[in-house]
Structure formats: C-alpha cells, structure tokens
C-alpha cells in the first residue's frame, strides 16, 4: 500500500520533467518508430513503480480526427449542395496532408460561394437547354425528326439524295426574327455541322422563304431561291425551273443531295418535292407522290394537305404530260363572275381577286360595291340555294392570265383558291373541300359550291361561247331586267348579245314565259369558220330584236355603249330576285 502511495505521490513530479530528459525521450522514440506522424502530440512518460521509465506507444490522434471530420463534414454538406448544380469539390482539399495544412482559399467563403454560382451558370443552361429542345419538337408538330448521331432536327430524307427540313435559323443574316427562331427552330450552326459531317461538299440547298433569307456563303454558296408565299401557290412557271436546278446537280454526282425547305419545311416544300419526284418518275401520278411524300415526312400522314397546292402538283403532272414539261403561256380570260351553289342565307362573303402581283378586283373597293353590304351585292335566284354576283353593265369583274387567287371574306371564316386559267376551262364548279381553309369557318356549309364563270378575252368585246369541248351556244334574249328609269329598259334592249350579263329568264321557268318573250339558241359545231358565226349572230339579233335587217346592220356597225349602272341600280336588281345568266345556258352546271 505504502508503495502504491509513493508511486502515486511521485506521479506529478515525474510528469513535469526536465528539458533535456524529455528531449532526449522523444529523440529516441523518434529514431525507433516509423509510423508516428510529424503532426501528433506526444503523450506524457509516466514512470513506473520499480523506476524504469515506459516508452510511451504511438495513439491515434482523437481530437485532431474529430476536429478535421468536423471540418469535413461541412465541406460534404457544401459539397452536396452544390452537386444538385453539377458540381464537385476537389477530393485534395479533403483529404489529410501530412506535409503541409489545408489551403485556406479552398474553404474560404469566396471559393464556397464561387462554385455556387458556377453551379447555378450550369443548372440554368441545363434548364435552357432542355426548355430549347421541347420548343423544337412542339413547334415540329407531326413532322418526322432525325435524331441520329448526336443531331436532333427537323430533318427527314425523303429519298436517299432529297431531303425536306425546316428553314435554318439563328443567323443574323436572316434578320433579328430568324435570329431568335433559332430557339426553337433548326439552328443554323447544327445544321452545317450535319451536312458537313454526312454530305461534305455534296449539298445544295433550295429555300423556297419569301419571308426568310439568308446569307449563301453559310453553306459555301450552294444555295438557290424559288420564293413564294406561306399557305400560296408558286407562280406555275417556277415548278419546272425549280426541278430543272434541281434534276441538274443531281445527275453530276450520284453522291449529291438536294435540301428543300420553307419556313415549316412541309407544305411548300412539299409541293416542291412531290413536282420534283414527279419530274424524277419516281411516280407516274401526282397523287402517288403526295401520298410517298406524306408518310414520309410526317408522322402522321398529313404534310401536304391545303388543296390549293394539291391542285398545282397536279397541275404540273399535266405539264409533264401535254406541255413536255415546259411551262405554258398564261390564257386570256375575262372573269364574269360567281354562282354560289346550295347557298345558305348567312353566307353572303365579300370577293377579293389577285394574282401574284397584286390585288386586281375586290368589292369593298370597287365604286359599285364598297358602299354595299354583301347581302345587297348577292342576288337570289328563283332557284332554290342559288345567289349570283357579277357586275351589270360591264364585261366582267376583272382580266386573268395564267395564276390567279380568288378569296372570299365571310364572317364565318375565310376561304380562297389558286387557280391557272391554261389549267382550266371557262366555267368551273368548285366543292367546299377544294378551297383553303374552307374546313376552319366556324359553320359548316354542307354542299356548299362555287361555280366560276370566265370567258376568253382578246381586249375587245367578248363572245360568248361555252368551254371548247361542248358545242358554242350563241343566243339572245329580249327580255333585261326592269331598270328605275324606264329609258334604260330600251337601250338594255338594243345591247349586243356579248353585252347581256342579266336575265330575267331560268329554264325551270320556261313554261312560266310571257308570249311576247323570246330566245333563240343555236348550236355550232366547234371549227366553224367565222363567217358562219357572224351570220348566225346577225340573224340572232334580227329575231331577239323584231326589227328589220336595215337597222340591224346599222346597229351592228356603232359601237355598243355600255350603261353605267350605280350602286342603286344593283340593290334594285336584288330586290327584283333577277337571274344572271352570263349570255350561256346557265343550267348545264346549275342542275
């Protein structure tokens, strides 16, 4: 006991040793052990009760292993923030340096709040990108992608060497507004990379935007232009040119490829391409070619739909076969104006008649017109469903060569066609389904048709003859409708027969005709000469006009004054519910 107390006693002065024993302690622990670390404190030497000093043993170190987990366990809660941003902490400033202590700037609160901002910069163009690449396939729609290689664009090959995409924006050469389109549309930079990585100097591309331009040494000047309008069609001379340019770099590499877009890179691009695959004989028919072309480009089958433009592919299958592919010249016509066919009362639509250079008729500006309602310019016909317009006293409502739009301004919806007077014949009876646009009024119209009335037209007065593949009717009626003032009833009377626009007559109501009423209608074979005709036409006007040859012949000499009728004459026609009858058998399409 007594020496369990001494050893006790003794223990302080034992732990507080001198200089020189301590030192040369831990000199001698130093030289025999090898693992202990520079950075460890060195325990006390307690003496042992029989007076031999005990080696102390190398511990690990608890407080320091505490306090660094401590600091590291805040910089792994760093860490996993700013993981969620995409980042990561260098594994160095973690872990133990047995030479020198940890950098300061690693944990210093400016490095902290740096690698969060990076990490925020990274999170917000990751959002951006992923918001991009959703804008891109919502405005693509139906249209197929090609997503292949790394690249996601609107892009389909339609054949191996013709390919169909959307227009390559993000360029400032298309304008500020392209510039932006780049968001959502193909950007212009991916775009070259693709033809460059998978067509390298074997590309052309044909932009068919009028809207959209861009500049050409992008794509190593290897571009062309067709424009034309958005939902339009292209002047019809444009289609063999475009397959010709393009039929041209085709043949001088079976490696090249052709590039066709718009601004969707679907509906013009398509009529484009179906005329091209046509060019091609890849199919005989037109309708063969938008059905290849369809499925091809669009998943779900619709990417040439606007009627319009149907009508031109097919327009251009008949120039193939008739014209040999050469472009037609445009037929004279002069339009004489509208029957609209199982007509409710609620469609009464205003007319606008342009071509591609502007607008050549339109009732809200004409003088006998634009003051007028479209319910008062439409006149009823005593035949159920049918309202006609046309302008009294005039030859027609406007001259047409080649392309021309006819569009209809109703309160319902709009509703127009393209039309080519060399594609057509003088009188045509167009379907609802055969106009643009027609399916989005508000109301349907069911049976709803159009039937358009032209003539041929040289810029003098024009004879009235039917479309060339039926016999030439010419005839003459004595009866016009009942004026405000009763000397126009005489002068009506003594008009050419070229001149009656109006009739008072409908062959559902012959037998309905007064006594004193007439007409006459003769039919000539097409190629008579035309001295037959004019003979024909004299002894018309001797019986339409019960008077003597003398005075037909004088008649015939002057020339015709076309009376001018104004608005008010054309409300009270209305109101009379009188019939045009164009100077031909209205009833052959009308029935």
């Known amino acids: 006991m007594a020496s369990e107390s001494n050893s006790s006693s003794s223990q302080p002065p034992t732990e507080v040793m001198d200089d020189k024993t301590s030192a040369t302690t831990i000199s001698e622990q130093t030289n025999n052990s090898t693992t202990t670390p520079s950075s460890m404190e060195t325990p006390p030497v307690i003496s042992s009760s029989d007076g031999v000093p005990s080696f102390p043993k190398p511990t690990s170190p608890r407080q320091n292993t505490s306090q660094s987990q401590s600091q590291n366990t805040g910089k792994w809660a760093i860490a996993r923030i700013a993981s969620g941003f995409g980042l990561q902490f260098s594994s160095k400033s973690s872990a133990p340096n047995d030479n020198s202590t940890p950098s300061p700037s690693a944990s210093s609160p400016?490095?902290?709040?740096?690698?969060?901002?990076?990490?925020?910069?990274?999170?917000?163009?990751?959002?951006?990108?992923?918001?991009?690449?959703?804008?891109?396939?919502?405005?693509?729609?139906?249209?197929?992608?090609?997503?292949e290689g790394g690249f996601d664009l609107d892009l389909t090959y339609i054949t191996d060497n013709i390919i169909a995409m959307g227009f390559p924006a993000g360029d400032m050469s298309s304008g500020l507004f392209g510039y932006f389109e780049g968001f959502y549309r193909n950007h212009m930079e991916e775009v070259i990379k693709f033809f460059e990585t998978h067509h390298k100097d074997r590309y052309k591309v044909y932009n068919l935007c009028s809207e959209r331009l861009y500049d050409a040494s992008l794509f190593a000047g290897k571009v062309a232009s067709f424009p034309f309008n958005d939902h339009n069609c292209p002047p019809i001379h444009l289609i063999p040119l475009f397959c010709q340019s393009a039929y041209s770099w085709l043949k001088e590499d079976i490696l090249n490829v052709v590039v066709v877009h718009c601004k969707a890179g679907k509906a013009r691009t398509g009529l484009m391409i179906c005329s091209l695959l046509l060019f091609l004989k890849f199919f005989p028919t037109s309708e063969e070619c938008i059905e290849y072309y369809n499925q091809r480009r669009c998943v779900d089958g619709k990417?040439?739909?606007?009627?319009?433009?149907?009508?031109?592919?097919?327009?251009?299958?008949?120039?193939?076969?008739?014209?040999?592919?050469?472009?037609?010249?445009?037929?004279?016509?002069?339009?004489?104006?509208?029957?609209?066919?199982e007509c409710p009362y609620w469609v009464r639509p205003s007319l606008t008649v342009s071509d591609h250079n502007g607008i050549l008729f339109?009732?809200?500006?004409?003088?006998?017109?634009?003051?007028?309602?479209?319910?008062?310019f439409?006149?009823?016909?005593p035949k159920k469903g049918i309202v006609v317009f046309a302008l009294p006293g005039e030859r027609g409502l406007t001259e047409l060569t080649g392309d021309f739009k006819i569009q209809f301004h109703d309160r319902q919806g709009d509703f127009y066609c393209w039309l080519n007077t060399t594609m057509m014949e003088n009188r045509v009876l167009l379907q609802g389904s055969d106009f643009d646009d027609f399916d989005k009024r508000k109301l349907p119209v069911p049976g709803f048709k159009v039937e358009i009335v032209m003539i041929d037209y040289d810029g003098t007065i024009p004879e009235k003859y039917k479309s060339s593949d039926k016999p030439m009717l010419i005839s003459s009626n004595d009866s016009s409708p009942s004026y405000n003032n009763p000397s126009n009833s005489n002068s009506a009377r003594n008009k050419d027969s070229d001149e009656n626009v109006f009739s008072d007559s409908d062959d559902d109501d012959d037998d309905q005709k007064d006594d004193d009423k007439s007409t006459v209608s003769i039919a000539l074979p097409p190629g008579k000469i035309e001295s037959e005709v004019t003979t024909l036409n004299k002894k018309t006007q001797?019986?339409?006009?019960?008077?003597?040859?003398?005075?037909?012949?004088?008649?015939?000499?002057?020339?015709?004054?076309?009376?001018?009728l104004n608005p008010g004459d054309i409300k009270a026609i209305a109101a009379d519910a009188s019939v045009f009858s164009f100077g031909d058998d209205e009833d052959d399409l009308s029935d």
């Open 542 to 564: 001797l019986l339409s006009l019960n008077s003597n040859p003398t005075l037909v012949k004088n008649e015939a000499d002057k020339p015709k004054p076309i009376p001018n």
């Open 303 to 341: 990417g040439l739909i606007l009627p319009s433009q149907i009508r031109y592919v097919s327009y251009f299958e008949r120039i193939l076969r008739d014209f040999n592919g050469e472009s037609p010249p445009g037929r004279r016509c002069m339009l004489r104006g509208f029957r609209l066919h």
């Open 378 to 381: 439409w006149i009823r016909a």
């Open 110 to 147: 400016s490095a902290v709040l740096q690698s969060v901002g990076k990490g925020l910069v990274d999170a917000s163009l990751g959002a951006v990108k992923v918001v991009q690449v959703r804008a891109r396939h919502m405005v693509s729609q139906n249209k197929r992608r090609y997503q």
């Open 362 to 376: 339109t009732t809200r500006k004409h003088p006998k017109t634009k003051n007028l309602m479209p319910e008062d």
